[in-house]
């Protein structure tokens, strides 16, 4: 599971200088992405965030807030993801992203095989992400068009 970052962020208090990143973000649409996430993995070990600054993490690598978007020219490659997602081992796994056009442009060359099953704006997505977590025939059609994603890119290797 890959999910994209947001850019409202926690704000930090007294000596904390990170949070981890699975609750840095604290906007409505990232919370949205997150809960559909969670209803989608079997455990949080499975969720990566795709950060424009730092690339894919987890969501327990501790993080400093920070402020890039996916339009920045100092944020992350598509070859910087491919290098992230073969460490992550993502090349010979099912891959679902949740997130917007942005950060799927920057994903798809490094992850060519995943599944974006959200269309339409941010209100129909966060929908979707709804209806996802309601219905676990969602889910299960969800990962089964994953695989078979996987299965056609393995053929075409």
Not at 98 to 105: E, V
Not at 125 to 144: D, K, S, T
Not at 146 to 155: K, V
């Amino acid at each position: 599971m890959i999910i994209s970052c947001g850019s409202r962020k926690l704000k930090l208090t007294g000596n904390l200088e990170s949070a981890p990143a699975g609750e840095l973000y604290i906007g409505h649409y990232h919370r949205s992405l997150r809960g559909a996430a969670d209803a989608l993995a079997s455990s949080p070990a499975q969720i990566l965030i795709a950060s424009a600054l730092h690339g894919l993490v987890n969501v327990s690598q501790p993080l400093a807030p920070y402020e890039m978007t996916m339009d920045h020219p100092s944020s992350v490659t598509s070859d910087h993801l491919r290098q992230q997602a073969d460490a992550f081992g993502l090349h010979s796994a099912e891959v679902i992203f949740l997130g917007g056009k942005r950060y799927a442009h920057r994903l798809l060359p490094a992850v060519p095989h995943c599944l974006r099953p959200l269309t339409g704006g941010m209100g129909t997505q966060r929908g979707q992400c709804r209806a996802v977590i309601e219905q676990p025939g969602l889910r299960l059609q969800w990962w089964e068009e994953a695989a078979a994603l996987l299965r056609e890119h393995r053929r075409s290797d």
